[in-house]
């Protein structure tokens, strides 16, 4: 089944016409019907994430045909109530196709990952795990994250002063990770293992995402 025919699938078994889709979705009615008919070559990742919460179908088979195409139903005469402890599955990718981010059309390609990692964090975009390598964000003291921690990448989280972030170098085709300073109106990546230098943001540099959580497995 392709993504067109999932989505056709979806959109059909919610019982809405799309005009109420479209509104959900924050698009046009013939934005819907492009997604419907396959026009639509370049599906943006928050279409498919706003479109799994209007038909209520999971994002991931939406977007990739993995997984089941609803989360499981449990069969009860009582209704749960909702708890704050919620899990999400976020891809586990590598930093080549982190630093590939910044330019893919499509973030979620067939195949794009063959691992998985939970959290509790609900991410405000799609979110990815990288597994982090080298000691440039080890540190002797405070905050440290060591080489072998996986963390969690948000793409639409706000990259404020302060925040730890993954960004795409203009001379690399890898992301790094750092932490984000501003300093009289200059930004600057700033590693927290002081043998490291610091980079200053230049024009080409982009900023892939915030990290907001971080899993060391031993």
Do not use: H
Request: charged residues 25%.
């Amino acid at each position: 089944m392709t993504r067109y025919e999932r989505i056709v699938k979806a959109i059909q078994a919610s019982g809405k016409k799309k005009v109420e889709i479209a509104r959900e979705c924050g698009v046009s009615a013939s934005a819907v019907t492009q997604w419907v008919t396959g026009e639509s070559k370049n599906l943006r990742p928050e279409s498919i994430y706003a479109l799994a919460k209007a038909t209520g179908f999971r994002a991931e088979w939406l977007a990739m045909g993995q997984g089941p195409e609803r989360e499981p139903e449990q069969d009860s005469n009582v209704k749960d109530v909702a708890q704050p402890n919620l899990m999400f599955r976020y891809p586990v990718i590598s930093w080549v196709a982190a630093g590939a981010w910044a330019e893919a059309v499509e973030p979620y390609p067939p195949g794009f990952s063959d691992r998985y990692e939970m959290s509790e964090y609900d991410a405000k975009g799609p979110a990815f795990w990288l597994e982090v390598k080298g000691d440039s964000m080890t540190s002797p003291v405070g905050q440290s994250v060591p080489e072998g921690t996986l963390i969690l990448v948000d793409t639409e989280a706000d990259a404020q002063s302060g925040k730890l972030v993954v960004a795409k170098l203009g001379d690399s085709n890898e992301a790094t990770f750092k932490k984000l300073v501003d300093d009289g109106g200059r930004r600057f990546l700033k590693p927290l293992n002081p043998a490291y230098p610091i980079e200053m943001v230049a024009d080409d540099c982009r900023i892939i995402g915030v990290v907001v959580r971080a899993l060391m497995k031993f």
